[in-house]
């Protein structure tokens, strides 16, 4: 079993940057690829990034590539987000997420577990 708890959300100014950190509890945390996941109000839960179990291989959202740099710390058992030039509409409850089968890690069906999730809101 997993647990996750996001943190580093909050308000940022459009063009500014931001970093979410998602930590872990257990010894297996570097078993699992780990995504990042986001919620608008009224939208669907959509994915944004997804690194796997050794760091090796990242994932991108169209929306956020070139922007948003996924990484890990397999020793502190911590997912990060670095959020860079942020804009209005990445304004959304960001949420981490834990698989434990190889995948696609675009679809919220792929993963295990999930954390609270952090608010990030970007004004302009």
């Known amino acids: 079993q997993v647990q996750l708890v996001e943190s580093g959300g909050g308000l940022v100014q459009a063009g500014g940057s931001l970093r979410v950190s998602c930590a872990a509890s257990?010894?297996?945390?570097?078993?699992?690829?780990m995504g990042w996941f986001r919620q608008a109000p009224r939208k669907e839960r959509e994915f944004v990034a997804a690194i796997n179990w050794s760091g090796g291989n990242t994932y991108y959202a169209d929306s956020v590539k070139g922007r948003f740099t996924i990484s890990r710390d397999n020793a502190k058992n911590t997912v990060f987000l670095q959020m860079n030039s942020l804009r209005p509409e990445d304004t959304a409850v960001y949420y981490c997420?834990?698989?434990?089968?190889?995948?696609?890690?675009?679809?919220?069906?792929?993963?295990?577990?999930w954390g609270p999730g952090t608010q990030v809101t970007v004004s302009s």
């Open positions: 257990g010894r297996t945390f570097s078993r699992y690829a």
């Open positions: 997420a834990a698989a434990q089968g190889v995948g696609t890690y675009y679809y919220t069906y792929e993963y295990d577990y």
